[in-house]
């Protein structure tokens, strides 16, 4: 068993920056794909980003790329999301997931954290 704790979420305003964290726990979950989805009201949970176990390999969805940077320190068992130039659109959910692959589909991860709020103001 995996568990993940996100934190850092909050109110930002448009063109800002905030960094959320994962913190892992239990089980080999440094040896986890960790990836962060987002789910924004009346929408479906949406892949954001992904780092393999190292942190050498790394995807995001289109609409990201540039902006949002995901790193790892397995050292303390966290995943980062560093997001920058925020907008409206960025207003979120955000939840980390871990599997053993990677996937962009919500449904193949096996263990979710909780989820932190980020609310972009325009």
């Known amino acids: 068993q995996v568990q993940l704790v996100e934190s850092g979420g909050g109110l930002v305003q448009a063109g800002g920056s905030l960094r959320l964290s994962c913190a892992a726990s239990g089980g080999t979950s440094s040896k986890y794909v960790i990836s962060w989805f987002r789910q924004a009201p009346g929408k479906e949970r949406e892949f954001v980003a992904a780092?393999?176990?190292?942190?050498?390999?790394?995807r995001y969805v289109d609409s990201v790329k540039g902006r949002f940077t995901i790193s790892r320190d397995n050292a303390k068992n966290t995943v980062y999301l560093h997001m920058a130039h925020l907008n409206s659109e960025d207003t979120a959910v955000y939840y980390c997931?871990?599997?053993?692959?990677?996937?962009?589909?919500?449904?193949?991860?096996?263990?979710w954290g909780q989820g932190t709020q980020v609310t972009v103001s325009s």
């Open positions: 997931a871990a599997s053993r692959q990677f996937w962009t589909t919500a449904e193949r991860y096996e263990f």
């Open positions: 780092s393999n176990w190292n942190g050498f390999s790394t």
